[in-house]
């Protein structure tokens, strides 16, 4: 259900992207308008993850300068059936963690060294086993394809903005007309990162099923992530307050300690997820 939910989001991102192309330059507007989000979706296809993790300075570990943290990844990717993903740490006080890369077979995990130093070993086990989660699902690359449209579609609106406010149209070839171009341009960014959302929270309740699965014990990734909020919260993270388009990516929104799934939150609420993982593991009430 949630994978044809965002194969239909998905969809409705390329339609808009399509309106907002017309909008700007009619029939032939709309082709270039694809054109371009084609060439967009290519490039990070193949360089999202060296981009992200440039960003954040990320370096990779092996088994000998970080045995305990490869020597899970290596146990938890064996249980999920996938290849061995290249293993990150960002210096970075925040706990917090994301997956990167096109596909499992080329995928990233990092942690923050802020993570490590609060969670135990069994608790790190359960948020690197949401992450093997994300590259399983492939969600790596279905976030990437729909920030690319996203993009692409506030970057179109603009023009269309710029056209209907300063002309540039036959209005009797736009059907909208002049108030129409205006309004759709306004709401077509809106729109597009509200199916983005929609699409990166659906994913994270995927992604920690799938972590509570592969580690064996869903109560582990919950304690995670109850410590990862309280202190996230507390903790700036720079560079992602630089680059709030990335904040999707991480397990816990390294920008906002917002308890509520909000319309505009990129990740559901922590106390909503904690409590998905208990039930699963049959817990009620306050865990111990």
Sequence with gaps: MNTLRTGVLIAALTALFMAVGYLVGGEGGMVVALVIAAAMNLFAYWNSDRMVLGLYGAREVDRASAPGLYGIVAQLADRAGIPMPRVYVVEQE???AFATGRNPEHAAVCVTTGLLRLVSHEELAGVLGHELGHIKHRDTLTMTITATIAGAIGMLANLAFFIGAFGGRDERNNPLGFVGTLL???????????????????????ADRAGAEVSGHPLWLAAALEKIEAHARATPNPVAAQNPATAHLFIVNPLTGAAHDSLFA?????????RKLRQMAGVAGPWE
């Design 94 to 96: 925040q706990p917090n």
């Design 184 to 206: 759709v341009a306004l709401l077509a960014p809106v729109a597009a990162s509200l199916v983005q959302l929609a699409i990166s929270r659906s994913r994270e309740y995927e």
């Design 266 to 274: 990129s990740h559901p609420a922590t106390e909503n997820r904690i």
